[in-house]
């Protein structure tokens, strides 16, 4: 990932702060430079080679990612929820800690309720490769992420919403 060092002086100017702790803070600086107007670009012929041991292409730690990735991406919420606009959405359920901690709960309890077996024994090589399992560590990810951001997520939520380095309309420069 490459930034313009113009794009970084008007973000750090309009007094941006990282919410993110130790992961997806890739994931925050792109929402946040879309917020601010600027396009993201993806190179196609940009290419890289991952060598990963054998100990990582397991569906054990596969789970185990997933769930962490998830938690971690609980962080970005406020940017997501901003650019997507909800929070000026009347029709939808407010963007609040509360709210999302209903959803991703209920989320669990269906699974439970429909898939007891695959809530309990996620990593029986059975279900290896299978969806809802993704999706299970998908909302217990999530359950620890919201967890974890408790006390801050609401306030998170309202500082991006009204932060002073985001472009009003988020038109989008060049």
């Not at 970084?8 to 990282?18: K, Q, S």
């Not at 569906?59 to 650019?83: G, K």
């Not at 279900?127 to 974890?148: K, S, T, Y």
Request: aromatic residues 10%; proline residues 3%.
């Amino acid at each position: 990932m490459t930034v313009r060092a113009r794009a970084w002086r008007d973000l750090r100017r309009g007094g941006f702060r990282f919410l993110t702790v130790f992961a997806a803070e890739d994931n925050e600086i792109s929402l946040a430079l879309r917020l601010a107007g600027w396009n993201l670009l993806l190179d196609e012929q940009l290419r890289l080679t991952h060598v990963l041991p054998a100990t990582r292409l397991t569906w054990t730690y596969f789970c185990e990612l997933q769930r962490s990735r998830f938690a971690s991406m609980v962080a970005v919420d406020p940017y997501r929820l901003a650019i997507d606009g909800s929070a000026e959405s009347t029709h939808r359920l407010p963007n609040t800690w509360a709210t999302q901690l209903a959803i991703t709960a209920m989320a669990l309890l269906r699974n439970l309720i429909m898939r007891p077996h695959k809530m309990i024994w996620p990593r029986a090589s059975t279900f290896e490769g299978d969806d809802d399992v993704f999706r299970i560590q998908l909302h217990r990810g999530r359950l620890a992420g919201l967890i974890r951001y408790r006390r801050e997520y609401d306030a998170n939520v309202r500082a991006v919403a009204d932060a002073a380095w985001r472009e009003p309309g988020q038109r989008v420069r060049a």
